[in-house]
């Protein structure tokens, strides 16, 4: 086993070099190395994994021949969204987090990594704008990643244990969230009016009390309805003492107003669709905002980058300020835990943003609700189909209903599938009180013809 | 061949925050236009939504064209030290190349483009990929089924903190078994997820050959014991050698022993978690495995288990009838998600066509020159004026990093190992890992040289140090003011921590400075 590996990525491995470190090293066996591990544990023989393709080219054309039996959204006309949405995505955004640079970046400080640090402050500050809060921390593993922690930083901010959410919520949020807060608080839900899927402002006020630590809600809300109600539920949960939590989709707060204006003291949401594929999920970068209050501050779990002045006259630095709130220095004393999340969707939100600029989201949000309400005008004209359910404004979702058409979605979905075309997600699994509905997803990435073949096949394949 | 290290500068482009580089009226892209039978179809849509929640007043984002927002980030990038520029021995990090063959693979279509509530049929590839790296990260670790859902090392640890819990719980101990085991040396995380999960954890301190003795563990274990997190060797590059006998206590106390593999790159082919008696494990696939740190993310836990927890593991499990993959229906005994959707798969893909390039004696060949390529970097420590190798007691070798003081050069110069961080970016390399917390050695540092480096690198990094070390005992204002001749100099540390200075964004970075 001595005689080495030449392998492009391992240059110690190959010969010469491997005699020159085991004799520094003063080895003859590289089984030498470890003495430390009993003999009776070591693996007796080789892995047994494939044999190694050598090649480049061939390693290449293995993986590709397998990726190539995958159907992306490039091959399907897609509709489907539910928390992760295909949105355009400007080439600067893929040009820059490309880059090697950052990409191989990881544990450097602010003084090796400056330009990583400037990115994310940037992230932070223009996803501050968006939001209207003043702090804004490096991005979270997804957006459930981020409620899960911005209630429990309510409860302990209040010293409360109690969390409501609209039961309108995503059942996967939901059980994401249940799974996180269940050691330390509990969640309820709130009735939502079913004909508008809004939240039931008596039923709110009657569950909300002195042990609600957060009243969580999201804008617009997992079936797409934007709360229209969310001043009021801001005003409610202040009156009883709790905290408000709102989780956004950012691309919408070139139309909706910053939760920060109507009285949220946490903003959470999902950085996907700020310039970043949806890589089957893997796209996905959650976020937590608050107000500068130290207490709350104290809470935040992850790392929070400041600016600061640099030695030289008129410049500035970044440092990641007050350690001590992370898990890395609290460890078995954690309420919350923090590691490598998702930056590098960070850094790509801040270009998209720089990119897009306040009149290109304005204009993004304007042009997606109004193909959306194009789209359930279409879809609503199909005999036995209704679009949208809920009689309120919604942003870039809405909910389809199928009932009377005699037909199930999977039955749908599956027609529209032979036709090309990714159908909206089932929802009645997750809903069964909707009955035969499905959750359909309209950006500016579709055009009128796609909207148009959408309701062509939808009226064929519901008849 | 070696580089002039003394002549090194980092870019500086004293870039300024893109938000004050707006130029109103410009625009950086455009997005597409509405139909305008779609806008005479439905009107103004926004302009309908009640007052209270449709936008006054546009976010102040900045207005730019797009080559200068090219520009300003392209030289971002330049003012950091990536993998890819220059070498990065952080010890807990496992830095190594990061093959770009990979990312041409996943920056297409099939892998970017993919939703992921796509219906099984329409993702055969990424199922096949992630069905046959399972396989393969079971025969790697010795364990019997796995998910790639976790996003990270942490959360990783915390899924199998979530899975102990969720073991104990079937077994009507969940009341009862509140306690979980962790050491000092094993990442924070392996004590910090089991303590949100609702666990009182016990952390084992290291004895005088640098690892928790046998006799500390019996003393910890009770009938409360839940289970056992921690990694092996641990960040110190010592390997446990009673770990056998210690998970052994574990199972006989009822608990379940979970293998942090954030350490396991010197360990691929050598031994294995489960042939080690875990019931658990996780492995960093943007560490170990090849796929790039990102910047801090986009990464992969894998977390595998034996089948006695098979039946809790969470996320897609894939299964394969021989003609079609696919995602396994409902599984109610599954704990609670941890992370939406598939996980990072573009991850997962690059860990494939990894380990697909190495095979098993590529495999072994990794661990076995990062080990050596790490004791050979303490050949040329264990010379440099200052600096000791703590736990002289423990006479085997150390693996693939190793954790070191300055505590002598700290008391002969006053030139601490923090100092020695930042002068470090002087010469040109990125710096080194100091420990994390607890940091019960005095003045630590810690390298982990992985298996991406030329003799020549792994010289050039050791000479560095030994430079600065002589500026320490010669002239330790150099040392003890720097960086100087990096992208930024010296900040304001104090002002970072002070609610009256700090500024997590421009519009609270504004408001701080009008006082």
Not at chain 1, 82 to 88: K, L, T, V, Y
């Amino acid at each position: 086993m001595s005689d080495g590996l030449v392998h492009p990525y391992i240059p110690n491995a190959a010969p010469a070099p491997r005699r020159r470190l085991m004799k520094e090293v003063g080895i003859r066996d590289l089984a030498a190395l470890y003495d430390s591990i009993p003999n009776d544990i070591k693996l007796k023989g080789p892995l047994k994994l494939p044999t190694r393709i050598e090649s480049e080219h061939e390693l290449r054309k293995h993986v590709e021949s397998i990726l190539a039996k995958n159907k992306s959204c490039q091959d399907l006309l897609n509709f489907r969204g539910a928390g992760c949405w295909q949105h355009f995505v400007p080439a600067v955004c893929d040009e820059i987090n490309g880059r090697g640079e950052f990409l191989t970046s990881y544990g450097g400080f602010p003084y090796s990594d400056h330009g990583k640090y400037q990115a994310l402050f940037e992230y932070q500050s223009l996803i501050g704008e968006l939001v209207g809060l003043e702090v804004v921390g490096t991005p979270t593993y997804d957006w459930g990643a981020a409620a899960d922690s911005a209630v429990l930083m309510a409860c302990r901010v209040t010293g409360r244990d109690h969390v409501l959410v609209p039961a309108t919520a995503s059942p996967e949020r939901l059980e994401q969230m249940r799974g996180f807060t269940k050691p330390v608080a509990t969640i309820e839900l709130v009735r939502c009016d079913p004909k508008t899927g809004l939240m039931d402002l008596a039923d709110l006020k009657a569950k909300v009390s002195e042990c609600t630590g957060a009243v969580y809600f999201e804008q617009p809300g997992y079936l797409g309805i934007i709360e229209t109600q969310a001043p009021e539920i801001a005003k409610i949960a202040k009156a009883a003492g709790a905290k408000t939590v709102v989780g956004v989709d950012p691309i919408s707060l070139g139309v909706l107003e910053s939760p920060g204006d109507y009285g949220a003291d946490l903003v959470v949401g999902e950085l996907q669709p700020l310039g970043v594929h949806m890589y089957g999920g893997g796209g996905v970068a959650g976020f937590i905002a608050s107000r500068d209050d130290e207490a709350m501050v104290a809470e935040h779990p992850s790392f929070l980058i400041s600016i600061s002045p640099a030695a030289d006259q008129g410049q500035f630095g970044f440092g990641v300020s007050t350690m001590e709130r992370t898990s890395y220095d609290k460890r078995h004393d954690s309420t919350d835990y923090y590691g490598t999340t998702q930056w590098l969707w960070g850094i790509t939100a801040a270009v998209y943003l720089s990119l897009i600029g306040p009149r290109g989201l304005a204009e993004l949000g304007e042009g997606i609700m109004q193909r959306s309400a194009y789209a359930a005008g279409r879809i609503n004209r199909i005999k036995g189909v209704t679009a949208p359910v809920h009689a309120s404004p919604f942003f870039k979702e809405f909910v389809v209903n199928f009932d009377r058409t005699g037909k199930t979605v999977a039955a749908v979905n599956r027609a529209l599938k032979r036709r090309g075309i990714l159908g909206g997600k089932d929802l009645s699994m997750e809903f069964p009180t909707l009955g035969q509905s499905a959750l359909y997803c309209i950006t500016e990435i579709h055009g009128k013809d796609e909207i148009d073949a959408l309701a062509a096949a939808l009226k064929e394949v519901s008849a | 061949m070696t580089r002039a290290v003394e002549l090194f500068h980092a870019a500086r482009w004293n870039e300024p925050l893109i938000m004050d580089m707006t130029s109103p009226g410009e625009r950086g892209v455009i997005p597409p236009a509405v139909d305008a039978a779609i806008a005479k179809a439905v009107g103004d849509v926004a302009g309908s939504l009640p007052a209270g929640v449709r936008r006054n007043s546009p976010p102040k984002l900045p207005e730019m064209s797009q080559p200068q927002v090219l520009r300003h980030y392209l030289r971002l990038s330049q003012m950091c030290m990536g993998a890819d520029v220059t070498s990065d021995m952080m010890g807990t990090c496992t830095i190594k190349y990061s093959p770009k063959v990979h990312e041409h693979l996943v920056r297409q279509p099939w892998v970017w483009d993919l939703h992921p509530l796509q219906d099984d049929d329409t993702i055969q590839g990424i199922l096949e990929i992630m069905y046959n790296f399972e396989r393969m990260m079971c025969a790697i670790s010795g364990m019997d089924a796995f998910t790639f859902e976790a996003g990270s090392g942490a959360q990783g640890i915390y899924a199998n903190a979530c899975l102990i819990r969720k073991y104990h719980e079937s077994r009507g101990e969940g009341d009862r078994r509140t306690e979980m085991l962790t050491t000092a040396f094993s990442h924070p995380a392996d004590a910090a997820a089991p303590a949100v999960a609702g666990y009182r954890v016990i952390t084992l301190m290291p004895g005088e050959r640098g690892y928790p003795e046998v006799g500390a563990v019996k003393a910890a274990i009770s009938e409360r014991t839940a289970g056992l997190m921690m990694t092996n060797p641990e960040d110190t590059g010592i390997y446990n050698r009673d770990i056998k006998e210690i998970v052994d206590l574990v199972h006989r106390a009822g608990g379940l022993c979970a293998y942090d593999q954030a350490n396991g790159n010197g360990m691929l082919g050598i031994v294995r978690a489960g042939d080690t008696g875990f019931d658990l494990c996780q492995f960093n696939l943007h560490k170990t495995f090849s796929a790039p740190h990102g910047a801090v993310g986009q990464g992969c836990a894998a977390v595998g288990v034996k089948k006695a927890v098979a039946a809790y593991l969470f996320g897609p499990v894939i299964e394969f009838d021989g003609k079609r993959y696919r995602i396994k229906g409902e599984r109610r005994e599954a704990i609670e998600r941890i992370r939406s959707f598939l996980g990072n798969i573009q991850t997962v893909v690059k860990a494939y066509a990894w380990v697909m390039s190495l095979g098993p004696e590529g495999m072994k060949a990794v661990a076995e020159t990062a080990v050596l390529n790490s004791n050979y970097m303490l050949e040329g420590i264990r010379k440099l004026r200052g600096v000791t190798i703590p736990w002289p007691k423990n006479k085997y070798r150390r693996m693939e990093q190793i954790r070191y003081s300055m505590e002598k050069l700290h008391a002969e110069t006053g030139i601490t190992a923090h100092d020695v961080m930042w002068r470090m970016i002087d010469y040109g390399v990125q710096h080194f890992m100091l420990s994390h917390h607890p940091m019960l050695v005095a003045e630590p540092f810690t390298i982990e040289p992985g298996e991406s480096y030329t003799v020549d690198e792994l010289d050039e990094y050791v000479e560095i140090l030994r430079r600065i070390i002589d500026e320490a005992y010669n002239d330790p204002d150099v040392v003890k003011t720097s960086p100087h001749r990096a992208s930024v100099t010296k900040i304001d540390e104090v002002a970072i921590d002070d609610p009256k200075c700090w500024a997590f964004t421009h519009r609270g970075f504004l408001r701080k400075s009008a006082g």
